[in-house]
T-cell receptor, first 120, second 112 residues
Framework: GAVVSQHPSWVICKSGTSVKIECRSL??????MFWYRQFPKQSLMLMAT?????????EQGVEKDKFLINHASLTLSTLTVTSAHPEDSSFYIC????????????????FGAGTRLSVL | AQSVTQPDIHITVSEGASLELRCNYS??????LFWYVQSPGQGLQLLLK??????LVQGIKGFEAEFKRSQSSFNLRKPSVHWSDAAEYFC??????????FGGGTRLMVKP
């Protein structure tokens, strides 16, 4: 199956610093990538959807200036948590999809292993 | 509003016993349906999917799921559970490639 690599797997940072998380599709071109946040023992919350070369579409309540998403190539998307604070501590997961909305045969999201962010 | 519901938050089964995890959806039209598994501290792995056709779909690791339109359900089953199946299981749905809607998850524990 398709492989999505997410890095780093765990990061600890001081309050006020910025953290960048990378999401790469290793064996396919990801037209669309998604970023999720997961709180302990809860389901995934979609933060934003990004299509290669376009601005990300953020879900309601997600601060776009706080969570900067860049999808500059068909294999790489990055999420930057700017001026991180303890309340940003969470598990962040990316996923990638080969096709666009409507392409049924490529309508599968493949997930990275997640990044645990701890802000001190 | 579109939603996916997993009625069981926790399920405990004995190793070797059969398993069924429930999933119900509420969508305007029949959505595309997925089951994912998440081990602790890990991302999600796709177990199986249903787009159309045969309502009984086979997945990896010996799992299968049955789509029942009349019940708006897509329950996941396994005939004989192994200790390594202990994990969190998520049912998800979408329409034509749009965003996935996840259920709340079911945590499976396996007794020796």
């Amino acid at each position: 199956g398709a492989v999505v690599s997410q890095h780093p797997s765990w990061v600890i940072c001081k309050s006020g610093t910025s953290v960048k998380i990378e999401c790469r599709s290793l064996d396919f071109q990801a037209t669309t990538m998604f970023w999720y946040r997961q709180f302990p023992k809860q389901s995934l919350m979609l933060m934003a959807t990004s299509n290669e070369g376009s601005k990300a579409t953020y879900e309601q309540g997600v601060e776009k200036d706080k969570f900067l998403i860049n999808h500059a190539s068909l294999t790489l998307s990055t999420l930057t948590v700017t001026s991180a604070h303890p309340e940003d501590s969470s598990f962040y997961i990316c996923s990638a999809r080969e096709g666009l909305a409507g392409e049924l045969a490529k309508n599968i999201q493949y997930f990275g292993a997640g990044t645990r962010l701890s802000v001190l | 509003a579109q939603s996916v519901t997993q009625p069981d938050i926790h399920i405990t089964v004995s190793e070797g016993a059969s398993l069924e995890l429930r999933c119900n959806y509420s969508y305007g039209a029949t959505p595309y349906l997925f089951w994912y598994v998440q081990s602790p501290g890990q991302g999600l792995q796709l177990l199986l999917k249903y787009f159309s056709g045969d309502t009984l779909v086979q997945g990896i690791k010996g799992f299968e799921a049955e789509f029942k339109r009349s019940q708006s359900s897509f329950n996941l089953r396994k005939p004989s559970v192994h200790w390594s199946d202990a994990a969190e299981y998520f049912c998800a749905a979408n329409n034509a490639g749009n965003m996935l809607t996840f259920g709340g998850g079911t945590r499976l524990m396996v007794k020796p």
